[in-house]
């Protein structure tokens, strides 16, 4: 059963809080590693929004603000294990290791998701709710059928629990006990319509008991609980004892999107009282308090995330070469007549206007 209430180390000013949950607190050795990723991934994010603006991205879903939830699920992962993320978890992408400009290679427009699945050990990002939870516990399932100790983590938002997808996927991952972590990143919104209209559940979280499966709920935007109960939850699952739902509280920061007006259905002081449990800074002040962040360390982390950021404009601002038959070459081993035929006709074409 999940917890009364989320699981909480440290208040919005990133003070330490008594707290009767059973999980063991990260290192602070951790906890700065996390912070710098955290740094990276607000940095990261902060540029891709830029790029949506100078056309280099047709479109930009916003991760401020759900830092700690990507952060720490990409953190708490075995290098054996797999990702399955939605569209709105680059954040955790990058700290998994995807290259940055491979990364944000689908909202460019190219032919594939950008980077290759098997090198990083992620599936490519999912747009439609929910889809992704079935092959994440498919692929569970199956490593552990060939005896692989391997964890999938699934991905998804709150507006995903209320698709039948997320259902199917817990009923058989508990009864075939799958190695798979669903975490729910429960942001409050499913682009415009707000939890009270997706469930009366006491929880997300809650909705695993249904199903017999290990559930907790967790402050999403506190770094330490965060790291904790998905550390908790990969050796709960590593051990044979089967799937676990984390549902994270947090909050998306901007709008859905970028072509989201967020105006229109959430108010201003809604947002603003949830940047002031913003996680970032809350990490930064439990850090600098405890004297392991020091403005040394601050100074030569966002340096390195300036760098990063650079380095993504410029490889996102270099123009690809395009090949029309790459529409061809992967869709099947063998293709078949029809695709042939289309893909003559484009041959054809192309020959026809380089004549031209």
């Known amino acids: 059963m999940p917890a009364d209430h989320p699981v909480q180390y440290l208040a919005p000013d990133g003070t330490s809080v008594d707290s009767a949950a059973r999980y063991a607190r990260p290192s602070n050795a951790r906890l700065l590693d996390m912070y710098r990723s955290m740094v990276h991934g607000r940095r990261f994010d902060q540029q891709a929004t830029a790029l949506t603006k100078q056309g280099r991205l047709a479109v930009y879903p916003s991760s401020r603000g759900q830092d700690a939830c990507q952060i720490a699920a990409a953190m ?10 939605t569209y709105r978890d680059s954040m955790s992408l990058a700290a998994r290791g995807v290259d940055q400009v491979e990364l944000l290679g689908m909202l460019a427009g190219y032919w594939h998701c950008g980077y290759d699945p098997t090198q990083y050990r992620v599936a490519p990002q999912c747009t439609p709710l929910a889809t992704q939870l079935l092959h994440a516990t498919g692929f569970a399932y199956a490593e552990a059928k060939q005896g692989r100790d391997t964890v999938a983590l699934a991905f998804c938002g709150d507006g995903a629990t209320s698709e039948g997808d997320f259902h199917e996927a817990l009923n058989f991952a508990a009864v075939f006990r799958a190695p798979v972590i ?20 006491p929880s997300l979280a809650h909705k695993g008991v249904g199903y017999g499966v290990g559930s907790e709920q967790v402050d999403g935007n506190d770094p330490v609980a965060m790291m904790a109960v998905m550390d908790a939850a990969v050796e709960h699952v590593r051990s044979g004892k089967g799937p676990v739902v984390v549902e994270a509280h947090t909050y998306r920061m901007d709008a859905h999107t970028n072509a989201d007006d967020a105006t229109r259905y959430r108010k201003a002081d809604e947002v603003e009282g949830w940047l002031a449990r913003d996680p970032l800074t809350r990490l930064d002040a439990y850090l600098g308090a405890a004297g392991i962040l020091t403005d040394e360390v601050r100074e030569e982390i966002t340096v390195s995330a300036d760098a990063d950021a650079a380095a993504l404009r410029a490889g996102m601002n270099t123009d690809r070469d395009v090949d029309p038959h790459d529409l061809f070459e992967f869709v099947y081993a063998v293709p078949t007549p029809s695709l042939i ?8 074409e192309t020959a026809a206007a380089q004549e031209n």
Do not use: H, K, Y
């Not at 708490?76 to 993320?85: A, H, N, R, T, V």
């Not at 035929?341 to 484009?346: C, F, G, K, M, P």
């Open 182 to 201: 669903f975490l729910v990143q429960n942001n409050g919104f499913a682009i415009s319509v707000p939890l009270a209209r997706q469930s009366a559940a």
């Open 76 to 85: 708490c992962l075995g290098e054996q294990d797999w990702m399955f993320p």
């Open 341 to 348: 035929e289309q893909r003559d006709q484009v041959t054809a």
